[in-house]
């Protein structure tokens, strides 16, 4: 795993940094901040303060406005702020000449991903995923934010004659990028044979953006271990499991979380953890309906599985944290005809939208419930229709897992 120099330690201060464009308003830009500063906090970090700037484009030297910059500078030196962190990919030049001018660390939204990505990778796959994915993103900015790169193998016996340093970097970083590849290649051929092995079973994938509750889920219908918890991207590694539901068995798979702006080096280096998304034959799209931008978190979800070309696949929409919902939406005063009439009309909205293919759940609650309570019940049975209608049309031979 890279050592990067501009990896998040734990408990530094940092000052947010989003741009307002025209399509794009402050309200907008304010979650953005708000999911950006949740990635921050999962990471390591505490956010002091927040700068938004409204351009038609970045700035090509700076990516905000000279002006923009020196606020930020000023608040920077005055409160000790460690690290600034910008909602927008940064080039390596922008990254260098902002350093130059704050004097203190600065990273953009892709850097900080991949900083949690590292953090969170425990096995072998996940962590050469994320090492591939840090070469990558390195890679095009070596020359605009070029710092000797020592720790990634150079030095003594590495430069060759009449190279530059810069070139040397470049050669070192492209050779790890070649074997990482190499070595993900023979890790992708095993997962390959054992879900080959796996292909007598129905093969249902839970999906959804990063911390809606698809590990809870998990845990509730598989009754596995699989780790939870209110950060982002708290699973990287897919979990697979035999789950039976009234005698028909089928293999139920947690993937990683999608995100908005997810850096496309993540996507391509994931790929054959995503494979279980391309490969299932049901997909479980978790969407946290408690979450002020929801709707457009299920957009970036569909569009992302538009992109691996499994957006058409049967899918069943679960609506999670229905709880939170209705605390944040009705008041102690309002009648429960009214709240009933608003509940009913959103379901009837998205049962609309999903062609009947919607249920609203409080994953939590349900947990807490005893077995048998109509939440998991509902859950199970929808869940079960799916995967006994997927066995007559893939394996209409095997008659014991129909009814």
Not at 180 to 195: G, P, S, V
Not at 218 to 241: P, Q
Request: proline share 2%.
């Amino acid at each position: 795993m890279i050592d990067k120099k501009n990896s998040i330690q734990k408990e530094e201060t940092a000052v947010l940094v989003g741009m307002v464009r025209q399509d794009q308003t402050e309200q907008q830009v304010q979650e953005y901040l708000d999911e950006l500063a949740f990635l921050a906090e999962t990471a390591g970090a505490i956010t002091v303060k927040r700068f938004t700037q409204k351009l038609a484009h970045p700035d090509s030297r700076t990516f905000v406005g000279k002006g923009k910059l020196e606020e930020i500078r000023k608040y920077v030196k005055d409160k000790d702020v460690r690290v600034v962190i910008f909602d927008d990919e940064l080039t390596g030049a922008q990254i260098n000449n902002i350093e130059k001018e704050l004097e203190v660390k600065t990273i953009d939204r892709s850097d900080l991903i991949l900083d949690i990505f590292a953090s969170r990778a425990k096995t072998a796959q996940a962590k050469a995923q994320v090492e591939l994915a840090q070469y990558q993103y390195i890679l095009p900015r070596l020359r605009g934010m070029w710092k000797h790169l020592e720790r990634l193998g150079g030095g003594i016996g590495t430069r060759g004659p009449g190279e530059s340093e810069i070139e040397t970097d470049r050669r070192i970083v492209r050779d790890k990028i070649s074997l990482l590849k190499k070595r993900l290649a023979e890790i992708d051929k095993q997962a390959f044979t054992q879900r080959k092995d796996r292909s007598e079973f129905i093969r249902v994938a839970l999906v959804g953006y990063t911390n809606v509750g698809k590990s809870t889920i998990m845990n509730l219908l598989s009754k596995r271990d699989v780790f939870a918890e209110n950060k982002l991207f708290a699973t990287l590694d897919t979990t697979t499991g035999k789950v039976v539901f009234e005698n028909t068995p089928f293999l139920l798979s947690d993937t990683v979380g999608f995100i908005r702006k997810l850096p496309h080096h993540l996507v391509e280096s994931f790929k054959s953890t995503l494979d279980e998304v391309r490969e299932a034959d049901i997909l479980l799209h978790v969407v946290d309906i408690s979450h002020p931008a929801y709707e457009e978190q299920l957009g970036v979800v569909n569009k992302t599985l538009q992109e691996l070309n499994a957006f058409d696949k049967p899918t069943l929409t679960i609506f999670n944290k229905m709880d939170l919902y209705e605390k944040q939406t009705f008041d102690e005063w309002l009648e429960e005809s009214t709240k009933n009439e608003i509940l009913e009309d959103l379901r009837e909205r998205w049962n609309n939208e999903t062609n009947g293919q919607a249920v609203f759940i409080s994953a939590t609650e349900i947990k807490n419930q005893p077995a048998g309570s109509q939440g998991i019940e509902l859950l199970r049975k929808r869940i079960l229709e799916k995967v006994r209608e997927m066995y007559r049309v893939r394996f209409p031979y095997k008659t014991e897992f129909l009814y």
